[in-house]
């Protein structure tokens, strides 16, 4: 069995190398600011709880995936039961009137608050194919996550990219008939 310190050094490294994946799962799980920071930190404390049961046996990427999806349907599941309500996480940030590029920065902020508020609207198993292939995990990672087939990861992710090009499209014609 690995020492406290091996597994620290190795959290450590995972935790430099995979936080941005622990955000997006937090942040497609919840609304507000608050519940994903209070999420991510309860993905990684399921991760460090879960290292010393780490055998290896598949990617560290894939294994960490997995704690933070299982980890994130526990915190939804214990939040619609207990019928609580949330706030809306997508608030735009303020940015510096100096900054050089000022209207591209809103408008690529604006597209990733819509892109996590279509992703938001998804059923579990495609919101976390979306992630996963936004992450740019193979086929194979993505189905060792999941457990299922990888031609039924493709189908899924297929009919997943599908129903967000329709949100997302159905959202820009809303937005084009309002300015109408």
């Known amino acids: 069995m690995a020492s406290e310190n091996d597994h620290e050094s190795l959290f450590t490294d995972w935790l430099r190398e995979y936080s941005a994946q622990v955000i ?5 799980y919840t609304w507000s600011k608050d519940e994903c920071e209070d999420l991510a930190q309860e993905i990684l ?4 709880k879960s290292l010393p049961r780490f055998r290896g046996e598949s990617n560290a990427s894939t294994w960490f995936y997995r704690v933070a999806l299982h980890t994130a349907l526990n915190w939804k599941r214990k939040r619609v039961s207990r019928g609580s309500r949330e706030e809306n ?4 940030s303020r940015l510096e009137s100096s900054a050089p590029d000022h209207a591209g920065q809103l408008e690529q902020t604006e ?4 892109l996590y508020a279509a992703i938001h609207q998804l059923r579990s198993t495609d919101k976390v194919l979306v992630l996963m292939y936004l992450d740019e995990l193979s086929y194979r990672e993505m ?7 990888e031609g039924n990861v493709g ?4 009919r997943a990219k599908k ?6 499209n159905q959202e820009s014609a809303e937005a084009l008939s309002d300015e109408s």
């Open 143 to 149: 189905a060792e996550v999941l457990g299922i087939s």
């Open 111 to 114: 597209a990733i608050e819509r």
């Open 24 to 28: 997006k799962v937090a942040r497609a």
């Open 89 to 92: 996480f997508f608030e735009f």
């Open 163 to 168: 129903a967000l090009a329709k949100m997302l």
């Open 45 to 48: 404390l399921q991760a460090w």
């Open 155 to 158: 189908v899924k992710l297929n």
